[in-house]
């Protein structure tokens, strides 16, 4: 497709991608961080509904698709055996197709980099609470990275928050 590098989309290139009924997210909405990415690619997951994230992070002093961006997306199309365009490094538009949930037992996301692990927790989790079975994920990354939320939020507040739901969510930090 028409890599613009602001990762803006063309009239033509929208009415095509609606055409084929492909959900059209705006990621410079809001606060144009990744938070509208995380959360698209887990919604459009859930709901197996195809979907193209444009201008990511587009807000942001160094604006596209981080490592931790990309290990989060490809965490979620791996377990919803899902197909991505667009899935590179800075990359500024995304197509995900989800697949259905396939439970893959051990898998463990790594950016290789201090990436937020709390933030690989947003974009998984919900996908994961929704599956058919229980699944075990393995997230590595950094605990209390710049931006994002810290680890004894995510361990002291969101998992026991969590654990009321019935959803088994524990950190181990010693790893």
Same mark, same amino acid.
């Given at each position: 497709?028409?890599?613009?590098?602001?990762?803006?989309?063309?009239?033509?290139?929208?009415?095509?991608?609606?055409?084929?009924?492909?959900?059209?997210?705006?990621?410079?909405?809001?606060?144009?961080?990744?938070?509208?990415?995380?959360?698209?690619?887990?919604?459009?997951?859930?709901?197996r509904?195809?979907?193209?994230?444009?201008?990511?992070?587009?807000?942001?002093s160094?604006?596209?698709?981080?490592?931790?961006?990309?290990?989060?997306?490809?965490?979620?199309?791996?377990?919803?055996?899902?197909?991505?365009k667009?899935?590179?490094?800075?990359?500024?538009?995304?197509?995900?197709?989800?697949?259905?949930?396939?439970?893959?037992?051990?898998?463990?996301?790594?950016?290789?980099?201090?990436?937020?692990?709390?933030l690989?927790k947003? /974009?998984?989790?919900? %996908?994961? !609470? +929704? @599956?058919?079975?229980?699944?075990?994920?393995?997230?590595?990354?950094?605990?209390?990275? &710049?931006?994002?939320?810290q /680890?004894?939020?995510? %361990?002291? !507040? +969101? @998992?026991p928050?969590?654990?009321?739901?019935?959803?088994?969510?524990?950190?181990?930090? &010693?790893?």
């Amino acid at each position: 497709w028409n890599m613009a590098c602001d990762g803006s989309l063309s009239p033509e290139e929208m009415a095509e991608l609606e055409s084929k009924n492909i959900l059209l997210i705006d990621g410079s909405l809001g606060e144009g961080g990744g938070q509208v990415l995380r959360i698209s690619v887990a919604l459009a997951a859930i709901l197996r509904r195809k979907v193209m994230i444009y201008k990511i992070r587009h807000n942001r002093s160094k604006p596209g698709m981080r490592a931790q961006h990309l290990e989060g997306i490809k965490l979620v199309s791996k377990l919803h055996q899902g197909k991505l365009k667009g899935d590179t490094l800075y990359s500024r538009k995304l197509l995900f197709y989800p697949g259905e949930f396939l439970p893959q037992p051990g898998i463990i996301a790594d950016p290789n980099t201090a990436g937020s692990i709390c933030l690989l927790k947003q /974009i998984s989790l919900p %996908t994961l !609470v +929704f @599956g058919p079975c229980e699944n075990l994920v393995t997230l590595k990354g950094g605990t209390n990275a &710049t931006m994002a939320p810290q /680890i004894d939020y995510a %361990t002291h !507040v +969101f @998992g026991p928050t969590v654990a009321r739901m019935g959803v088994d969510f524990s950190v181990d930090s &010693t790893k």
